[in-house]
Nanobody
Framework: QVQLVESGGGLVQAGGSLRLSCAGS????????MGWFRQAPGKEREFVAA????????YYADSVKGRFTISRDNAKNTVYLQMNSLKPEDTAVYYC????????????????WGQGTQVTVSS
């Protein structure tokens, strides 16, 4: 069982930066593949980024590639999402997710979810 808690969201102007954190519980957190997703009002939850537990390989949606960076600190049981050059279209609730089998770009594949943190980018 893994419990996830996101933090770091807020209001930022376009072009600004935010760093989201996802703190996980459990001794085996380091063996979970982690993903970040986001959901804007009236839209489906969409993949943002993922990082594997074994190799640390990272994967990104085309819409955030070159602007966002996912990383993890297993000693702190925490995954980060550094978001730079933010745009108004990045406005959404951001969720982290964990899965023991693999990384996925499909939300339904993940076993555990956090409660989400709101990111609002003003123009």
């Amino acid at each position: 069982q893994v419990q996830l808690v996101e933090s770091g969201g807020g209001l930022v102007q376009a072009g600004g930066s935010l760093r989201l954190s996802c703190a996980g519980s459990g001794r085996t957190f380091s063996r979970y593949n982690m993903g970040w997703f986001r959901q804007a009002p009236g839209k489906e939850r969409e993949f943002v980024a993922a990082i594997t537990w074994s190799t640390g390989n990272t994967y990104y949606a085309d819409s955030v590639k070159g602007r966002f960076t996912i990383s993890r600190d297993n000693a702190k049981n925490t995954v980060y999402l550094q978001m730079n050059s933010l745009k108004p279209e990045d406005t959404a609730v951001y969720y982290c997710a964990a899965d023991s089998d693999s990384w996925y770009d499909r939300a339904y594949e993940y076993d555990y979810w956090g409660q989400g943190t709101q990111v609002t980018v003003s123009s």
